[in-house]
C-alpha cells in the first residue's frame, strides 16, 4: 500500500459496495479506512470483511481525519444527503451511477460538490469496457466512417424477484426501473461514444414484475449529430447487454457475457467485439485488452483526488445520462419527443 | 409442369421481378405466361429470358385469356392501378410488399380484389424465412415464457447511390425510404409474431442519401398485448438483418446474411437462430430447415388460386404491416406517439 493512497469510507454497505472494495482491494491507489451504514450488523460485517473501522454514525465518519473521500452505495434516493454532508466537511466523492434518482438531486450533488472544491466521480463503468473503449478508438479513427446508427441492450430479470423491503420496488425511488439501473450505463456510453443526446422519445411498460416500477423500456435517442440511437433495457427477461454500431464503412458489435458482469477483473476475457467491414457479411473478431473497470474508476477517482483533476465521469456527466433517463420516462408519459434541455433546466 | 400450374403474368419489369421469375422456375405450380412493362426493351428481355409472351399493352395483357393471375413488381406507388384492372378482369393478384405506398392505395387494393372475389397476396417474404418460421413455433410452444420486447434491424447502403431518375428517390413514391422498402418486411414479421400493433413512436432523419428520402429510421411499436418492439432501418450503412426476441424463461437471437438475401433458395442455410436459456448467458444454435421464402409464398399464392383460399399474407396483413410504417412517420413528423387506429382509419 503506497503511502500516496487515497484513504477513503464505504458509505452505504449493499452488495455493490463490497463488489467495489473487492476492485478497490486490487489497487494500491486507495484503502478504505473506515465505513458506515444504518445497520449495525452490516457495517460490523464490512468492518470484519476488509480490515477497516467502523463508524457508529454517519457524522462520526466525515469527522475521521484521515477520511480523504467517500465511496457511496446507498439508494439512488439516498445519494443527495451524504454527499452533501461530505462536500460540506471537504471529503471528496465517487458516487455508483445514476449520480442520483431525480435531476435536482443530480444538480444539488453537482453544484455542493463543486461549490467545495471536492472530486465528484460517478461510477458510470460500463463505458470503460475494453470493448467500449476499442469502439471509441475506432471511431475517433474513423474507423466506421460516418456514423449511421447505434443500438444498445442491458436487460436482465432481477425485477421478478423483488419485495416491498427493496428500494427498486418503488417508482419514486428508483424512476425508470430498469432504464435507470441498467439502461443509465448505456446512456452515459451513447453520451461517450455519440453525443450529446439532442431530444428522446420512449415507450416503458409494467408487465411481470410484482414491484410498482415498469420492467420494460424503449428509447429512442437523437443525438446533436443527429445520428439515432436505440436503447432497451428490461428487467424480466434473461440477461442480454450489447452495443451494436452501424457505419457508412463499418459496423460494429459488442457483446458482454452477463454472467461475469460483477467480476470487473474478467468481464473483459467475456466480451466480445465484431467488426463488419464495407462490401462483406462477414464478422471480425476484434481482440480486446483485459482491464478492471471498477478497479480503473476508482484508481482514476484517486488520481483526481492527488493531482487535483477532474475525473472522466463528473457531475456534468452524471447528469447527462441521468437527463436522457428522465426524458425517456417523461416522454412515455405524455406520449411525445422531449428535449434534453427541457429536463436539464426543468424539475424531474 | 403440371396442367394445374396456375398460369400467371408478371407486370413491372425490374431486378426484383426477375427474382420472382427465378423462384417461380423452380415451381411446377405456376408459370409465367406473359409479361408487360411500359419499356418495350425489358419486356422483350424478360420475353426471351423466361420464355414467356411480351405484351403490348397492359390491356392485352389482361385480355389474354391464358392469365389467370398477376405478380405485380411496379413501384410502390404504382401497385393501385394495374391491380385494380387486374381485379376488374377477374385475374388474381400477387404484389411484392409494400401493398402500396399509401393507407388509401392499400384500402383500395384491399376492397377491389375483395369485391372482384379474386386471391390478393403479398410478398412479405421475410416472415417465411426458417428462422422466423421456428422462432413462431417456439413461441407457440411457451417456448421462451412469457414474452418481454423484441428488437430487429433490416438495413443496408442502397440510398448512397439513389438518382433522380429512380422512384426510390422521393418521398411521396417511397415514405419513409428504408422503412417501407425494408422495415416493412419487420413490421410484417413483428405483427406475425406479437400483433396486432397498437401504438407506434419514431424517429427518423436524412443524414447521408442524395436522394429526398430519409436514411435513418427508428420505430418502437406498443402491441396490443403490451410487448414492446423496436424495428431499426437504415439505407446508409453496412447491411444488417436480425430479428431478436426476449422471454422470461428464454431470448431467441436471429440473424441473417444478407449477402444472400436475394438467394431465396440459400439464404436459410446462411441464417442462425440462437437461444439462450434461463440461468444461462450460454447462445446455443438452433438447426435450421430449409426453405424458400419466394418459391414457397409463390407456390402458396398458386394454390390459393386453385383451392378458393386466402393467402397467409393478403390485404388486412399488408395493410396492418404499412400501418405500422405510416404510423410511425406521423409519429416522427409531429414528435407524438400515434395510434394504429388513428392510421387505418384516417388518410396516410
Excluded at 472494495?21 to 460485517?45: H, M, P, T, W, Y
Excluded at 439502461?183 to 411481470?208: I, S
Aim: some cysteine.
Amino acid at each position: 500500500m503506497s503511502d500516496r493512497a487515497v484513504r477513503v469510507a464505504a458509505v452505504g454497505l449493499g452488495r455493490w459496495a463490497k463488489v467495489l472494495a473487492d476492485a478497490a482491494g486490487k489497487s494500491d491507489r486507495l484503502k478504505i479506512v473506515n465505513c458506515f451504514s444504518r445497520s449495525e450488523k452490516n457495517r460490523e460485517a464490512f468492518s470484519r470483511q476488509y480490515g477497516c473501522r467502523a463508524a457508529k454514525s454517519y457524522a462520526e465518519l466525515l469527522n475521521d481525519p484521515e477520511v480523504e473521500g467517500v465511496v457511496v452505495t446507498t439508494p439512488n434516493d439516498a445519494h443527495a444527503q451524504p454527499i452533501l454532508e461530505a462536500a460540506g466537511k471537504g471529503k471528496h466523492v465517487y458516487v455508483d451511477k445514476p449520480i442520483a434518482h431525480t435531476m435536482a438531486d443530480a444538480r444539488l450533488i453537482d453544484q455542493a460538490c463543486s461549490d467545495a472544491g471536492v472530486v465528484l466521480a460517478v461510477g458510470h463503468g460500463a463505458r470503460r469496457l475494453q470493448g467500449n473503449r476499442k469502439i471509441k478508438e475506432i471511431l475517433d479513427r474513423g474507423g466506421v466512417g460516418k456514423l449511421v446508427m447505434a443500438e444498445c441492450n442491458f436487460s436482465n430479470n432481477r425485477s421478478l424477484d423483488l419485495t416491498p423491503e427493496q428500494w427498486r420496488w418503488y417508482k419514486d425511488k428508483s424512476p425508470g426501473g430498469p432504464l435507470i439501473q441498467l439502461g443509465v450505463h448505456h446512456t452515459d456510453t451513447l453520451n461517450y461514444l455519440f453525443g450529446p443526446a439532442k431530444r428522446v422519445t420512449a415507450m416503458v411498460k409494467r408487465l411481470y414484475t410484482p414491484a410498482e416500477i415498469e420492467d420494460v423500456t424503449m428509447t429512442l435517442i437523437e443525438m446533436e449529430s443527429g445520428q439515432l440511437c436505440y436503447a432497451g433495457s428490461n428487467w424480466a427477461s434473461q440477461g442480454a447487454f450489447y452495443t451494436y454500431v452501424y457505419g457508412m464503412d463499418a459496423n460494429l458489435f459488442f457483446t458482454v457475457d452477463l454472467d461475469f458482469w460483477q467480476r470487473s477483473d474478467t468481464v473483459d476475457q467475456h466480451s466480445r467485439l465484431e467488426m463488419q467491414r464495407r462490401g462483406s457479411s462477414e464478422h471480425q473478431s476484434i481482440p480486446l485488452a483485459r482491464g478492471d473497470i471498477l478497479r480503473e474508476e476508482l484508481e482514476e477517482f484517486a488520481g483526481c483526488v492527488r493531482e487535483k483533476k477532474r475525473p472522466e465521469v463528473g457531475g456534468p456527466e452524471g447528469i447527462a445520462a441521468l437527463a436522457v433517463v428522465h426524458a425517456a420516462i417523461r416522454s412515455a408519459a405524455t406520449g411525445r419527443t422531449v428535449e434534453i434541455k427541457e429536463v436539464m433546466s426543468g424539475e424531474a
